[in-house]
């Protein structure tokens, strides 16, 4: 919990540091919204749904866009677009447990709502970068991949010349590229009627990367958001990456994937890209706009990977011991007082031999005992013991809280 | 979100300084764990229940007790007892929505594992006192009101004299006191065998209070744990009330409840108890304990009664605005330094006139505004404005951030 609390706070930080309100929604949802938007293979396969005692179809939500397009649709109104907002919260598919892949997962959700304008788009790289700073992570450890479904969909039809009929299948293909070898990516185009002519040219136009761009209308280059970032001063926080295409859901334009460069783990960590219209199922406004959505589970992988895991903070600064069970009330008082100065303690439920309590206070990660001794407390005094360096000395009560705070607030404490 | 969060967050800081460790735990659980533990109204009328694709019967979780029960039975051989756990989760129950009452709700749960002493009795209490002060409510808006099922058993066996057979429908009487008038109990009493001059004597002695505990058995005043902690400094944090019985499941002796003193709201806001074996379903172990749920429904509403709602945050500090669409490079530089130094920046997405973004800023809660113009830039210098005052001066670029970072800083800010 300490490690996964300190990551979380590094992403909340970064997000909230841009600006991004934070929102929430029900953990449960009309399996309708799902079933509509999320594709086939979660909507049949991996939602766990219910009926409630009303009635209701249900679902646990296995993502967050639904719901955030319902609640930006039924805001519209009133909100002062573009917006940014930001969620954390977890997510449900029945998937097969594996690396990588648990069922239940917390997933950070970054958007800017309302704009077509390529400075969003210029805003979430910068983010992510900020994202993966605060985390430790340095650029030799992961890559920003950015596509763009225009500049993919003008290579389709004004450059490789594959028939309007087969665009969905290529863009599946190509969203597989990686994943398979390419003969058989080689047979499967052939079945949809892609020949191996235009099989080889659109695997050499691909990989050709952002030399492509000049071959293509000129419309396509003024209009796509990322052909505009490729000119500006972003272009050095991204690889255009023309294999990128995002599964078929949502994404109109551009789409980008954030992988780790180890070789022991190199795959993607979390992706987005830009909808051109969001809310289409609750609103006839049309609501474009930009984000990504990050899992905590490929994260905690990569930070392990790259040996970035915080250590675990301990949850107590001091203990209070008392020496015998009539000064429990006095140790009472002791921790009240230190409490109040915000220092984190714990005192003794069950007063036992003095040696047990100390080993105990140091297993739990305790930085400091005061011990409350029947002779020490008749003077209004105690023994502050320092639990690593094993050093001990008496001190009065009245300069307890002060020496114990600029201790706890000195370098390495 | 940010008046939740900031509650929230007053909450998890007391908490952590009492040396709590914060813990979660799944959303989904086995069905049968309620049905085995929570009590027949949770199981057979409020629960959110499914089946998984796998077969599995799950359900939502109503509450966390059962989830934390396994946790710490599953982890009794490494934990170093008594041990200090707190979560904050959200919970479901299928209940009709109303006034303190949602079907989704934030449940903060303390406990303490693993022991029968007073003294966690007294730490329980005294944090209470604690987080009700953290969120600025004073003692004359809230009451802690303790009683304890071991000297009600004893009031009913050794004082009222009711035959053992009645125990439990009696414990539930009691339950229903507050919110039942007189003669509809005293109808339900004669109808399980508590006669008038029973019924009587029962109100009288429960009546007066602590007055009941020297007629009860000598070894009842001794091992009762309330008994102890009235004896001790802790008994002005509370008032001894045998009218708190707490519902019949999980707890043997201590009972709790925290009631809003308003008249316009007077009312259980949350409570607890001790447990005298918590995870009987998953070990032989005994492990006893003593915590409380506090549900965040009843709390906004008694903080909303007595106006201590905290403030909604603005989500930004500073806005960037380039004069013109050529500045926005420059705009972006200006919020990346400002980030750095942690203050919450946004930028202009969609370069409009200035007047208009002036008042964008104003509406988005910024307090400053940073106007990257044409000339100023030339000379690597910006116009600061503050939204509020509406004053304006041309800095240095090297300077706005100290500049900045000073005034966010002055109190009032």
């Known amino acids: 919990m300490s490690v996964r609390q300190q990551v979380f706070n590094h992403l909340y930080e970064t997000v909230e540091r841009y600006g991004y309100g934070r929102y929430d929604g029900p953990i449960l949802e009309s399996a309708e919204i799902y079933e509509a938007k999320s594709g086939q293979e979660i909507a049949d396969q991996q939602l766990y749904s219910l009926t409630d005692r009303g009635g209701r179809r249900l679902a646990l939500r296995p993502e967050m866009t639904p719901s955030v397009a319902r609640m930006i649709a039924g805001n519209a109104g009133s909100l002062q677009f573009p917006v ?148 500006s001063e972003a272009k050095d926080l991204f690889v255009f990456d023309p294999f990128i295409v995002r599964g078929l859901q949502y994404y109109t334009s551009t789409v980008f994937e954030v992988f780790d460069r180890s070789p022991a783990n190199n795959r993607s960590l979390f992706g987005g890209g830009r909808y051109g219209d969001l809310a289409g199922l ?51 008082e002791v921790a009240r007082r230190l409490r109040q100065a915000r220092i984190r303690t714990s005192t003794t439920l069950e007063p036992r031999k003095l040696g047990k309590e100390l080993a105990r206070a140091d297993r739990s990660g305790a930085r400091y005992a005061v011990i409350v001794g029947r002779d020490e407390w008749q003077r209004q005094a105690v023994v502050l013991r320092d639990l690593e360096g094993k050093a001990q000395h008496e001190i009065e009560l009245t300069d307890v809280v002060a020496h114990l705070t600029e201790r706890l607030a000195a370098p390495g404490a």
Chains 1, 2 share one sequence.
């Open 84 to 231: 940014r907002w930001y969620s954390h919260v977890n997510c449900h598919r029945y998937e097969r447990p594996q690396r990588g892949r648990t069922r239940e997962h917390w997933q950070l959700n970054v958007d800017i709502f309302g704009s077509d304008n390529p400075n969003c788009e210029i805003e979430i790289f910068e983010l992510i970068h900020d994202v993966m700073n605060s985390l430790g992570a340095t650029r030799d450890m992961w890559l920003l991949r950015v596509g763009d479904r225009a500049i993919l969909n003008s290579v389709l039809r004004d450059v490789v010349k594959v028939p309007e009929s087969a665009h969905q299948q290529t863009m599946a293909l190509i969203d597989r590229w990686e994943k398979v070898p390419t003969e058989k990516l080689r047979e499967d185009a052939a079945e949809f009627g892609l020949d191996g002519r235009m099989f080889d040219l659109l695997e050499s136009t691909l990989r050709s990367g952002a030399e492509v761009l000049p071959d293509l209308p000129q419309e396509v280059r003024e209009t796509s958001a990322l052909a505009r970032v490729m000119k």
């Open 282 to 332: 609750f609103t006839t406004q049309r609501i474009p706009g930009i984000g990504f959505g990050m899992g905590d589970v490929t994260l905690h992988d990569f930070l392990d990977t790259h040996g970035l895991l915080p250590e675990a903070k301990t949850e107590v600064d001091v203990t209070v011991i008392p020496v015998d069970d009539d000064l429990v009330p006095a140790s009472r």
